[in-house]
C-alpha cells in the first residue's frame, strides 16, 4: 500500500506545476497565517523576555508600602533606607530615585515617558550586567548622565556628548550602557544625590535595590517590615517583580497572537479546500483510470492529503522565514503599564515559536486537504471515467 | 426583395506561416422570406460563411450587406448591437445556459432591449408557446432532453423578433424523428411568422424541408438548386 | 440591473466553490472589523475629544502634578471661558485586573466642562453635597452591578491618606452616560474637597491636569501659548494643548496600534486578494463558451466584461458585508471582557464603511483581469471549441 501511496502522490506532485497557480493559493493562504502568528508571538516573547531578564532571584526590590507593583507612586525617607540597609541576609543595598520624563521619541517625534534613575555606585555592583559600551560612567556629583542603548536609539538627542534638557536642568550624555538587553537599556541613570536635588526630592528616593544573601531572605525581611509599625515597606524579589510587571501585555498580545491567526486560520483552511477540490475534480479522469487499474481508494486518499500538507508546509516556512527575517530582533517601544514608561524590546522568533507555526501550518492543510480526498476516493469510477 | 447580398467575400486564415483559404470570393443573395440549405462536405467553409452572415465574423475581402446593413468594418459593439436586432442563433449544441431556467434562457435577448421584467416574461413564455414548450418553463436545460432543448434554443432564437435565423446544424445531434419536429418547426417560423433561415446541414433530409440548397466546396459555391 | 438573475446564477454554480471563497472573505472582513474597532479604542480617546477645550498639563512629565493655585491665574488668562481640574488617582478596585481610570473632580465645574455627559441634576446635587461621595459612568456600574447608596472601597496606591491608612471609601450618589452612546468611557469621578483634605498633608494641593473651555475655539492655539507663558518661569511650568493632541500624545506611548493592526489586515487582504482571483480565473474559464452565446445573442464585448465584474463585486461585497457584521457581534459579545483594558469597543460608521469599499474594491481589483479576458474573448474562436 505505501508503495501505491508513493506512486500516487509522485504523480500529483508531477503535475504540480500545472496548477501552480491554484496551488500558491494554499501556500500563501497558510504562509500568511504562520506569519502573523509567528511575528505576534515574536512580539509577546521579545516583551517578557525583556523585563524577564531584568531581574534576578538574589535580588530584591523595596518600596514604600501600597506600591507594591511601582517605583514611580514610591517615596522612601532616610530612616527607613537606614533601616533596611543594616538588616540581616542583606549584602549589599542601592538607594535609589525613580521618575520620568518627557522626550520625543525618533520615530514619532511625540513625547514620550522615559525613566530617569538616580542611582549610588553600589547600583552597578548589585547589577553586574550593567556594562559601559561607549564613553565613561558620570562623575557623581556632576550634571552627567549615561543612557541605555536601547534609550539612546528610541529618544531623541540621547546621543554620546549631546546635552539634553530635562526638567529643567541641563545634563550631559556621557556614556552608553548595555544590560544584557533587559529593560534598565531603556533607562537613564545619573547620580542619586544630583537627581535629588535637580528634581528637588531632597532627602527622599524611590526604591531600594538590595543584593541577598540568598533568594529566600525575601520572606524574612518581609516578616520583619511587618513586625515593624514604624515601617511601611514591602520587598519583593526582583524576577517576580519584573515577571509582575510584563504579565498583563505578554498575556494580552498572546491572546491577540491567537485570536487573529485563528480567525485567519479559518479563512486559510476553506482557501485550501477550494484548491484541493478544484486539484481533484481536474483530475478526476485520472484518479479514476488508476481506480480501475487497481489502485486502492486509501492511497488516493493519503495522496490527495500529502499534496495538501507538501503546500502548507511549504507556505508555513515561508511564513515562517518572512517572520524571522522581517521581524526578528525589529525593536519597538511602548508604555509598560507596570512602570508607567516606555521599555524597548526586541521581537524574539524563537524555535519554539517556529514549531508552533509549523505546526498549526501541518493541521491547516490536513484539514483543507482530508473532505477533497474523501470526495476522491469515493468518485464512482464509471462515471468519473466519462468525465461527468 | 434581398436581405443577404455577398459580393466578391474571401475569408483567409493564418496558421503560422501557412494561410488557409476558407472562402474564395464569393457572391451570394438570400431573398427575404427564403429557407436556405447549405451543404457541403467537413471544411468546405459552410460555418465560416454563416458565421459571416450571422455578424460574428469578418471578411479578408468583400462585401457583405445584411437587412440592409453592410457588416465589414463595423465596430464588434455596432455588430453586437446589430445582432441582437436582427439575428437568431441556433446551434448543433442549443448552447444553452446551463444554470437558467428555460424562460431565463429565452429572456436573455430581451435584456439588451428595453422591456421591462413583466413584459420580458410574457414575451418567453409566447416564444415558448410557439415551439411547443409552455409547460417547461421552469425547467433547466439539464432536465430537458435533446429535442426540447433545441426548441428553448429556437424559442431563445426568435424571442426578439428578428428578421433572419441562422442555424448551424440544428439537427447534428438529434434522432430522426426529433430531427423532422425540429424541421417542422423552421418550416413553420419560415412559412407562418416569414422569417429568413439559412441552415448549415449535413444531412440532405433535413435540406430537403429547406426552399433552396446551396453547396459549398473547397471555399467556392459550386450549385445551386431549386 | 436587468442581469442580476443571471449574475446571481453563475455565482452560484458551483455552490462549494463559490461558499468556500465566500467564507474567506467573510473570515477576513471579521478580522478587519475586530482590528480597526480595537485600534479605534485606542484612538478613541481622540475623538471624544471637544474641539473648544484644551488640556493643561505639567510640562516635563505627566506624572509630575501641577499646584491647584494655578487654577485662579488660568482662570484670568485672556480667552479663557471656564477652567477646572482632575487628578489622577490609580488606585485598585478589589483586583488589579479591575482597571478603570478614577479622577477627584469638582462635580460642578467637570459636568459644566464635559457637557455631553449627562447626569440626573439630583444626583449631581448630592455628588456636591455629601464629601465621599462618587458618580460612574453607568456602564461602570452595570459591570460591577453598583446601585446607588453602595459604599465602594479603593486601594489607594498614588495617594495615601494623611491618617495612615490607604484604603479610600465612597459611596455611590448616581451615575452619569455620554449622549453620542458610542465615545462611552468608563470612569469613578468622586468629590477633590474631601480628596484634598484626607490625602497626606505634604502632597496636598496638587492636581494632575486643568481643563479650559475657551470662548473661541478659532483662538485655541493664542490662549494655549498665553497659558504657557503665563508659568513658564514658575516651577511649575505647563504644556497646553487641545485636548485632541493631549489625548493623542498619550495614545503614542503605547506604540503605533494602528501601525500593527493594518500591517496584519494588509497580510490578511493579500492572501485574500490572491485565494478570490485564483477562484473568479477559475470560473471564467469554465464559462468562456457560454460567454461566446451571450456575445452571438448580441451582448456587447464590454457589456459581457460588465457581468463578469459585477460578479466578483457581488460575492466580494457580500463577503464583506457578512464581515463586518459579524464582527460587529462578536465586539458586543466580547464586549464586557475587552473593556475592562480598552474601554468601549464598537465598530464605528466609519470601520463599516470603509468595510464596505474595500470589499467592494477588491472586487473590482479580482474581477478586473477575468473581466478583461471575458472582453476580449472572440465568439468564432470560442464556439469552435
Not at chain 2, 12 to 17: E, I, L, V, Y
Not at chain 2, 21 to 32: G, K, R, S
Request: charged share 20%; glycine share 8%.
Amino acid at each position: 500500500m505505501w508503495a501505491q501511496i508513493f506512486q500516487i502522490s509522485l504523480l500529483n506532485l508531477r503535475n504540480l506545476p500545472q496548477r501552480l497557480g491554484s496551488s500558491s493559493v494554499i501556500v500563501v493562504g497558510i504562509g500568511g497565517v504562520v506569519a502573523v502568528l509567528v511575528a505576534i508571538l515574536a512580539m509577546a516573547a521579545g516583551f517578557s523576555a525583556t523585563l524577564n531578564r531584568s531581574g534576578a532571584p538574589d535580588r530584591a526590590i523595596v518600596l514604600r508600602g501600597g506600591s507594591s507593583s511601582a517605583e514611580l507612586s514610591s517615596t522612601i525617607d532616610n530612616r527607613q533606607r537606614q533601616f533596611v540597609s543594616t538588616l540581616d541576609g542583606v549584602r549589599l543595598s542601592s538607594s535609589e530615585l525613580y521618575t520620568v520624563a518627557d522626550i520625543p521619541k525618533r520615530a514619532t517625534l511625540l513625547p514620550s515617558n522615559v525613566v530617569i534613575r538616580g542611582v549610588e555606585q553600589s547600583a552597578f555592583e548589585i547589577r553586574p550586567e550593567v556594562r559601559i559600551i561607549e564613553g565613561r560612567n558620570f562623575t557623581p556629583g556632576r550634571s552627567e548622565l549615561i543612557a541605555g542603548r536601547a534609550a539612546s536609539e528610541q529618544f531623541l538627542g540621547i546621543d554620546l556628548g549631546a546635552t539634553v534638557e530635562l526638567r529643567q536642568s541641563e545634563w550631559t550624555v556621557v556614556g552608553i550602557f548595555e544590560a544584557e538587553g533587559s529593560a534598565y537599556e531603556s533607562e537613564l541613570w545619573t547620580d542619586l544625590a544630583i537627581a535629588q536635588s535637580a528634581f528637588r526630592r531632597f532627602s527622599l528616593i524611590s526604591s531600594m535595590r538590595l543584593q541577598l544573601e540568598q533568594p529566600a531572605a525575601v520572606d524574612s525581611l518581609q516578616a520583619e517590615f511587618d513586625n515593624n509599625p514604624s515601617i511601611d515597606l514591602s520587598v519583593t524579589s526582583e524576577e517576580e517583580f519584573f515577571r509582575g510587571q510584563s504579565e498583563f501585555l505578554t498575556t494580552l498580545i498572546t491572546g491577540f497572537g491567537y485570536g487573529v491567526a485563528l480567525i485567519m486560520a479559518v479563512g486559510a483552511m476553506f482557501a485550501a479546500l477550494n484548491t484541493m477540490y478544484a486539484a481533484v475534480s481536474t483530475r478526476t479522469v485520472e484518479i479514476a483510470t488508476l481506480r480501475a487499474l487497481g489502485f486502492g481508494a486509501t492511497p488516493v486518499v493519503f495522496s490527495v492529503i500529502a499534496e495538501s500538507v507538501a503546500l502548507a508546509l511549504i507556505g508555513g516556512l515561508l511564513g515562517a522565514a518572512v517572520a524571522w527575517f522581517g521581524f526578528n530582533g525589529y525593536t519597538v517601544s511602548t508604555l509598560n503599564q507596570g512602570s508607567f514608561s516606555q521599555v524597548a524590546f526586541d521581537f524574539a522568533v524563537s524555535p519554539d515559536i517556529l514549531v508552533t507555526g509549523i505546526v498549526w501550518a501541518l493541521a491547516l492543510g490536513m484539514a483543507g486537504g482530508l473532505f477533497p480526498a474523501l470526495q476522491a476516493a469515493r468518485m464512482p469510477i464509471t462515471r468519473a471515467l466519462r468525465g461527468d | 426583395m434581398s436581405i443577404v447580398e455577398l459580393q466578391q467575400v474571401s475569408r483567409h486564415f493564418t496558421k503560422g506561416k501557412q494561410t488557409v483559404e476558407v472562402l474564395d470570393n464569393i457572391d451570394l443573395t438570400i431573398e427575404e422570406g427564403d429557407f436556405l440549405a447549405l451543404m457541403g462536405p467537413s471544411g468546405s467553409g459552410k460555418t465560416t460563411l454563416l458565421n459571416l452572415i450571422g455578424g460574428l465574423d469578418q471578411p479578408t475581402a468583400g462585401s457583405i450587406e445584411v437587412a440592409g446593413q453592410q457588416l465589414v468594418g463595423l465596430s464588434s459593439r455596432k455588430l453586437a448591437q446589430w445582432r441582437a436586432r436582427n439575428i437568431g442563433f441556433i446551434f448543433q449544441f442549443y448552447n444553452l445556459l446551463p444554470i437558467l431556467s428555460a424562460r431565463r434562457n429565452v429572456e436573455l435577448p430581451l435584456l439588451l432591449t428595453r422591456l421591462g421584467g413583466g413584459q420580458r416574461k410574457r414575451n418567453a413564455d409566447v416564444a415558448l408557446t410557439i415551439v411547443g414548450l409552455a409547460d417547461r418553463a421552469r425547467h433547466k436545460p439539464g432536465e430537458l432532453s435533446g429535442g426540447q432543448q433545441q426548441r428553448v434554443a429556437i424559442a431563445r432564437a426568435i424571442v426578439a423578433d428578428p428578421r433572419i435565423l441562422v442555424c448551424d446544424e440544428p439537427t447534428g445531434d438529434l434522432d430522426r424523428e426529433t430531427a423532422d419536429e425540429i424541421l417542422d418547426l423552421l418550416e413553420l417560423l419560415n412559412r407562418k411568422h416569414g422569417k429568413t433561415i439559412i441552415m448549415v446541414t449535413h444531412d440532405p433530409k433535413a435540406a430537403s424541408h429547406a426552399r433552396h440548397t446551396l453547396y459549398l466546396d473547397k471555399g467556392n459555391l459550386v450549385r445551386e438548386a431549386a | 440591473m436587468k442581469s442580476f438573475p443571471l449574475i446571481w446564477s453563475n455565482l452560484f454554480r458551483r455552490r462549494v466553490r463559490t461558499f468556500l471563497t465566500l467564507f474567506s472573505i467573510v473570515a477576513a472582513f471579521l478580522l478587519f472589523g475586530l482590528l480597526r474597532s480595537i485600534a479605534g479604542a485606542f484612538e478613541m480617546g481622540v475623538n471624544v475629544a471637544g474641539v473648544d477645550r484644551l488640556m493643561v498639563s505639567p510640562k516635563y512629565s505627566m506624572v509630575d502634578g501641577l499646584p491647584i493655585s494655578h487654577l485662579a491665574q488660568i482662570e484670568a488668562v485672556e480667552g479663557v471661558d471656564t477652567a477646572t481640574h482632575m487628578t489622577w488617582f490609580g488606585g485598585t478596585y478589589q483586583n488589579p485586573i479591575n482597571f478603570f481610570p478614577k479622577f477627584p473632580v469638582q462635580p460642578r465645574f467637570y459636568f459644566d466642562m464635559y457637557s455631553e455627559y449627562i447626569i440626573d441634576p439630583l444626583q449631581l446635587d448630592e455628588f456636591e453635597r455629601i464629601r465621599t461621595a462618587a458618580v460612574a459612568s453607568a456602564e461602570l456600574a452595570e459591570e460591577f452591578g453598583w446601585q446607588i447608596g453602595d459604599r465602594i472601597p479603593i486601594e489607594g496606591d498614588i495617594w495615601l491618606r494623611g491618617d495612615g491608612s490607604n484604603l479610600w471609601e465612597f459611596e455611590l450618589v448616581g451615575t452619569y452616560r455620554v449622549g453620542d452612546e458610542d465615545t462611552d468611557f468608563p470612569s469613578f469621578l468622586f468629590n477633590y474637597e474631601y480628596f484634598d483634605e484626607a490625602r497626606v498633608p505634604e502632597t496636598q494641593g496638587i492636581v494632575s491636569n486643568f481643563m479650559v473651555r475657551v470662548s473661541d475655539p478659532d483662538q485655541a492655539a493664542e490662549v494655549s501659548a498665553r497659558i504657557d507663558a503665563q508659568f513658564e518661569n514658575s516651577i511649575n511650568p505647563t504644556r497646553t494643548a487641545t485636548e485632541e493632541e493631549a489625548n493623542r500624545q498619550f495614545a503614542a506611548q503605547v506604540g503605533d496600534i494602528g501601525l500593527i493592526m493594518n500591517s496584519i489586515l494588509s497580510a490578511v487582504f493579500f492572501t485574500i486578494l490572491l485565494l478570490t482571483a485564483n477562484t473568479m480565473t477559475q470560473a471564467l474559464r469554465e464559462r468562456i463558451p457560454e460567454l461566446a452565446v451571450l456575445k452571438t445573442l448580441g451582448f456587447t464585448d464590454r457589456r459581457v466584461a460588465f457581468l463578469v465584474l459585477l460578479e466578483s463585486v457581488l460575492l466580494c461585497g457580500i463577503g464583506g458585508a457578512i464581515g463586518i457584521a459579524l464582527s460587529g457581534i462578536a465586539l458586543q459579545a466580547l464586549g464586557p471582557e475587552l473593556e475592562g483594558f480598552l474601554g468601549q469597543i464598537e465598530i464605528s460608521a466609519a470601520t463599516t464603511l470603509s468595510g464596505v469599499g474595500i470589499a467592494l474594491l477588491l472586487g473590482v481589483i479580482v474581477g478586473l483581469n477575468p473581466a478583461l479576458s471575458a472582453r476580449r474573448l472572440q465568439v468564432v474562436e470560442a464556439l469552435r471549441k
